[in-house]
């Protein structure tokens, strides 16, 4: 897996290329727990090139979520979301926690 993390002004772009299972979820765990620790709590993920999420890859998601709601800091935006992705969080009741885009554009300018 690959994650490319680019600052704007209000959020960062995380993009995210490969699988994400329970070898390389806390890689992606780290990469938002960095973003979270240099004050940086609005973060879109862009989830374009992403083949395969596991159920790792879902508690990463939800961890940096939590972490970015508490005290009404910030949000976790998910982008482009590929269909299979989307109906694995459908099915584990994930979807109402996230707000999601079409592009990781949208995403970024909704902030």
Do not use: W
């Amino acid at each position: 897996m690959e994650i490319d993390v680019k600052d704007f002004k209000r959020c960062s772009l995380v993009s995210l290329n490969g699988h994400i299972d329970s070898l390389t979820a806390p890689q992606l765990s780290r990469a938002l727990e960095a973003l979270m620790e240099r004050g940086i709590y609005r973060i879109v993920v862009d989830m374009r090139r992403v083949e395969y999420m596991s159920s790792a890859g879902f508690r990463a998601l939800l961890a940096a979520q939590r972490k970015c709601r508490r005290y009404n800091r910030g949000e976790v935006y998910l982008a482009s979301v590929p269909e299979r992705i989307r109906e694995a969080l459908n099915l584990t009741g994930l979807t109402p926690l996230f707000k999601t885009f079409p592009d990781a554009l949208q995403a970024v300018g909704s902030f």
